[in-house]
């Protein structure tokens, strides 16, 4: 029986470069088993760690970490940041990832974020409570890269001295832990080191570098160097990552070859762990194996320390359009980016890199070549969902440094890394990636070539960002535009709405899309960020009938198509639609989105104010939808809404219910929904304090049930109300009591995971493993305590 008892570490879901840190409850598998096998052989470096970080000295300390790319240093310092003995030990830990493009302000952020996950932190001048929640709560939904847009606006007044300020006023007086990964100069550190307030608590700074210079220079005491993985160890990791670790027996010679294998590694746990993708997908025979030791061998003779060739083994016998799709992801994306897997999908098929395979989706298809790029080590999880899902993946630096390399060579994609753009010769690529902090945008549009197909922006504007004419003119060819450095336009550019073979928009202003983007005809993809507030659709958006996904931040009004005299238009391509306001939701506007299979709905101040002063509640009928899968219903914090007055369609799998003052003995309508296998209810702040169910009252098949922020005290039910339940999620439910003792009788049920809850539910919780342990004789239920937030 695994239990983790009062862990003090940040949301699993939410943290900054977090490596499946739980247990995947619907799979069965360990999620972080791929950092259990790359830790083979490290386990005197991580003693050594653990005891430099929670040594006697009381004095500010900082630790480093050096050794060669890939060698583990990330690995070594994620499993010391997150073993139980450091979470219990500090107070405060933060994770910031430097890398080669430096920027002070984003470090600063970063670090805010993980701060703010363990502390009352108040952010903004003239700020008000309700404003941070929201900000926070946004943050929450958000990714990595949405936080630091976020915050950037939420901070925009601050200057960085005012941030650092911040950093440092809210690690003062306490003991803290911070991971700065991957830091490459000694002028990076000088930027950042005065941040740190030594305080004598026994605060600790942990860096990674692949630079010894910067480890002695960031500490001149001896730093701790990371050694090369010997023979033995280099197999082991091989083996189990291609057989598994319980494999018993393996064939004299073909374990043979595969120490020759693992030795020409050079005792890289990267490149162990990338040849062994490779080895997984090939015939395990003697024959297979000998044509890779000679292919390594030849690598290795044209030159010794070629560790990006023997990466590019790999690569090199990966099908043509993963090639295209593991290129795209490590050279679109600045080095350590973290992505959404959603994002990711959507930018493949606008690039026409997936390929159809009847009778799947390509959406369906582009998972399949994501999930065979993971298999393959190419690309890591960095985020799985409490499904189990992927939720945001990156690739590591070195194999970033190997897509760069290939880009250039086969000229793939043109990538400006630092400063600004200056060459004089116009770019033989048709793809460009601007990654640098800032750039002079008529200058680098000029050289662009004219067959461009995307365009990625990730620094700042120096001169007036918006397109000209002539420039709309110039990129005719272009399918990707993808801007995501928000707060950069006062308008809505209309330049782009030129750009007719657009086919993925993702773009930030402060107006709403003109009628002019109807343009757009073949756009599959929108993602619009309104930096005011709520966005107005334009109402000629409905000629869009390529579009499949509409993401919007916050709230988005629709008018119906009729109201421009499209009565018979449909938009049967589109299956997102994220966030719709709740009066947007009428029949009509259903019936025109017919093929809908996600819908968020999120209802504003005004909506929320109109029915309390009504005095009733909205309507919503969602029943037409009959191929919705997942919903997400956000209420206005203070509205009291009626689940009797909401009609769901049956086919829906997962439901979303935040921030109303649901009442519990409503939730008993939702058992008729036969297909529901994720139930998740977010600050419901009702202030009936008891959910009791009736045996008869049935959640069929609900494996995932989450509650999080409630005044829940007592919770009676019997595990026939859950018979398909195998996790539960409970986070802020301080009043929470027990957890319904019946439970032990879950035949299902794997984990159960409590973040910030009360005393007695963690103690029940205990109890029921317990119980279950004794009664069924296995450890088959796993409990996992946390504490993520401190006064």
């Not at 210079?213 to 160097?225: D, F, I, K, L, M």
């Not at 026939?720 to 439910?733: A, G, H, R």
Request: charged content about 25%; overall charge neutral; proline content about 3%.
């Amino acid at each position: 029986m695994e239990i983790v008892s009062d862990s003090n570490t940040s949301d699993a879901d939410n943290q900054i470069q977090t490596r499946d840190s739980l247990v995947n409850p619907l799979s069965g598998n360990s999620a972080n088993k791929n950092l259990e096998d790359l830790i083979l052989g490290l386990d005197d470096d991580l003693a050594i760690i653990k005891r430099r970080l929670t040594g006697q000295e009381k004095a500010l300390e900082i630790v480093t970490i050096t050794g060669a790319g890939g060698i583990g240093k990330s690995t070594l310092a994620k499993q010391a940041y997150d073993c139980l003995e450091i979470k219990q030990h500090f107070d405060i830990r933060a994770w910031v990832t430097i890398s080669q493009d430096f920027r002070r302000r984003d470090v600063l952020l970063a670090a805010l974020h993980c701060i703010s996950k363990q502390t009352n932190i108040v952010y903004g001048k003239g700020h008000n409570k309700k404003g941070d929640d929201e900000l926070l709560d946004n943050i929450n939904e958000g990714s990595d890269s949405d936080l630091v847009n976020m915050l950037q606006k939420k901070l925009k007044d601050y200057d960085d001295s005012q941030l650092a300020d911040l950093v440092q006023k809210n690690l003062k007086g306490r003991r803290y832990l911070v991971v700065i990964d991957d830091i490459w100069s000694t002028d990076a550190w000088d930027c950042i080191q005065g941040v740190f307030p030594n305080g004598n608590y026994g605060n600790r700074v942990l860096l990674t570098t692949r630079e010894r210079e910067v480890a002695t220079y960031a500490n001149p005491s001896t730093p701790h160097q990371m050694n090369l993985l010997s023979s033995d160890s280099s197999w082991k990791l091989l083996r189990n990552k291609v057989f598994g670790s319980k494999v018993d027996h393996l064939d004299p010679e073909l374990e043979k070859i595969g120490d020759r294998i693992a030795e020409k590694c050079q005792g890289l746990p990267l490149t162990i762990s990338v040849i062994a993708g490779h080895l997984s997908k090939i015939p395990k025979t003697v024959e297979s194996w000998k044509a890779v030791a000679k292919t390594m061998s030849a690598i290795i003779a044209r030159n010794p320390d070629n560790c990006l060739g023997v990466l590019g083994l790999s690569y090199h016998y990966l099908p043509e359009p993963l090639k295209c799709c593991f290129l795209s992801m490590g050279t679109a994306f600045p080095e350590d980016f973290e992505v959404e897997a959603w994002r990711l999908i959507q930018l493949w098929i606008a690039e026409d890199f997936i390929k159809p395979e009847k009778p799947k989706r390509l959406e369906e298809v582009a998972k399949d070549y994501l999930d065979d790029l993971i298999s393959r080590n190419l690309i890591m999880v960095n985020k799985r969902r409490l499904t189990g899902e992927t939720k945001t993946c990156g690739v590591h630096d070195r194999l970033h440094e190997f897509c760069l390399i290939e880009a250039k060579k086969t000229n793939f994609m043109h990538v400006v890394r630092r400063g600004f753009y200056s060459s004089s010769t116009a770019y033989e690529t048709s793809d460009s990636s601007v990654q640098s902090f800032s750039f002079r945008t008529k200058a680098h549009l000029n050289m662009c070539h004219n067959a461009t197909r995307s365009l990625y922006f990730f620094g700042e504007f120096i001169t007036s960002p918006s397109p000209s004419p002539k420039s709309s003119i110039h990129f005719k060819l272009l399918k990707v535009l993808a801007i995501f450095r928000h707060d950069m336009f006062s308008s809505f550019p209309i330049e782009i709405t030129n750009l007719v073979n657009l086919r993925y928009l993702a773009v930030a202003s402060h107006g709403d899309p003109p009628e002019s983007i109807s343009k757009l005809r073949k756009l599959q993809t929108l993602i619009f960020t309104n930096l005011v507030g709520f966005a107005n659709l334009p109402v000629k958006i409905w000629k869009l009938t390529d579009l499949r996904h509409i993401r919007v931040n916050r709230c988005s009004y629709l008018c119906s198509p009729s109201t421009a005299g499209l009565h018979k238009t449909k938009m049967s391509n589109l299956e997102e639609f994220s966030t719709l306001c709740f009066s947007s939701c009428t029949n009509e506007i259903f019936s025109a989105i017919p093929n809908l299979k996600r819908l968020s709905i999120r209802q504003t101040y005004s909506e929320s104010l109109k029915c309390a002063l009504r005095n009733t509640d909205h309507f919503l009928d969602m029943s037409i939808l009959r191929k919705l899968q997942a919903s997400k219903c956000f209420f206005y914090v203070h509205y009291r809404c009626s689940l009797r007055r909401y009609i769901f369609p049956t086919c829906l799998k997962r439901l979303t219910l935040k921030g109303s003052y649901l009442p519990w003995e409503e939730l008993s309508s939702l058992v008729v929904l036969p297909n529901l296998e994720v139930l998740k209810l977010k600050n419901c702040k009702r202030d009936d304090q008891v959910w009791s169910l009736k045996d008869d009252e049935e959640f069929a098949r609900i494996k995932l049930l989450l509650i999080g922020n409630t005044k829940l005290k007592r919770w009676e039910a019997c595990s026939d109300c859950f018979p398909m339940l195998q996790s539960l999620v409970l986070k802020d439910c301080t009043e929470l009591e027990n957890i319904p003792e019946d439970f032990v009788n879950s035949c299902l049920l794997e984990s159960i995971e409590l973040y910030d809850c009360s005393t007695s539910a963690a103690d029940s919780a205990r109890s029921i493993a317990q119980e279950k342990q004794e009664m069924e004789g296995n450890d088959s239920l796993k409990v996992h305590v946390n504490k993520t937030r401190r006064s």
